[in-house]
């Protein structure tokens, strides 16, 4: 098929989700860039929606996918063989999360990892009831989806599940509804598609505190801010905190499918019996996956991306204040996870536009319509910095207009 026809059955057959997708016909990808069928390039900084940290197509993670390939693609449903690469992962994973979070339960997706977490806090716990944060996004699964924080993606789904309270983010004096009634508080550390939130150095170790008083299990969602994204490995760790259940997912694979839930082995163990098989996945860990994920996750630490988004998302955070005063009020970040706070939809879409016509990947998050994310792969250089920056500076002058 020629791009033109792509596009048209891509427009009629693929189920559209948006009434303006971006509509690039890729051709290619690799590192910051992305190639269209006709040979533009694109710096991408969304990093496939946060996937990309270490480089769309990394030489090492297209390796390690291949050799897996050759070995041996599904062999059976999850957690009945022993799959070097899902241990392998799970072990290394249980080295780098933080202290005491050392049993990994794999599936495909954030969402579903979401879901396992509500899950096994329920059963470990016995309770039911789950509190979440106003402006939150955990996936769109009914579970997830339930613990969202934005109404306006509930209701046309509705009825959700009961029992779910919705709090204030980043507010510690609400923190007082949480009490033995509560299963778990599943929380991003900084909130990504309510756009790039980041609560007060108080917040979250309150939060640790309030769920330790109560019995309630913490569920740290880290799907868009782990695997270095904001300057830590893992963003709660900014805040020294360690949560019961961390949600990981996105970068995790590396570009291959894949979440995962981590937790301690008392409470990962309550998935184990009464009954045995209660929660389970065919697909959930794919070798493939995790090949591409072990793989991601040695280059992560072996190019020291982490320090590296610190460094550089400290630096452009820098280049882009000067941008502030007209239509673009504020701009914050932690590591390569930024946002350009506008004032109103009509600039920021204007402002999106004509760096989408220069050549930038980005976009205003999925909640906040005014609030441009950039979290570009973390192997972005200091001159696509200063490219992107300058692309944007002139974008601000025209987004005026
Ligand atoms: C914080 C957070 N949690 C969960 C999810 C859901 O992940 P997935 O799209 O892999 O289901 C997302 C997706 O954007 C997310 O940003």
Known sequence: MIPDDLTAAFLRHVCQTSPQPLGIVVARAAGTKIWDTAGREYLDLLAGMGVANVGHAHPAVVRAIAAQIDAYLHVAVYGEMVQ??????????????????????????????????????????????????AGAFHGDTYGALS???????????????????????????????????????????????????????????ALRRRCSEVGALLIADEVIT???RTGALFACTHWQVVPDILVLAKALGGGMPLGAFVGRPEIMATLSRDPPLAHVTTFGGHPVSCAA????????????????????????LGQLQPLTGGPLRVVRGKGLLLALDFEAPEATRRFVARCFDRGLILNWTLHRDTVVRLAPPLTITPDEIAHATTIMREALRSAKS
């Open 293 to 316: 994920g072990l793989a991601a996750l040695d280059v992560l630490l072996r190019e020291n991306l982490t320090e590296r988004a610190a460094r550089l998302g400290h630096e452009w």
């Open 147 to 205: 613990v969202g924080g934005n109404r306006l993606y509930q209701e046309p789904f509705a009825p959700l599940l009961p029992g779910v309270r919705l709090l204030p983010f980043d507010d510690p004096s609400a923190l007082t509804r949480i009490d033995e009634s509560v299963a778990a508080v599943i929380v991003e550390p900084i909130q990504g598609e309510g756009g790039v939130r980041i609560p007060a150095d108080g917040f979250l170790p």
């Open 84 to 133: 070097r690469p899902q241990v392998e992962l799970a072990r290394r994973l249980s080295d780098v999360t933080p202290k005491g979070l050392s049993v990994v339960y794999f599936t495909n997706s954030g969402t579903e990892a979401v879901e396992g977490a509500l899950k096994t806090a329920r059963k470990f716990t016995g309770r039911s009831g789950l509190v979440a944060f």
């Open 226 to 228: 782990g695997f270095g």
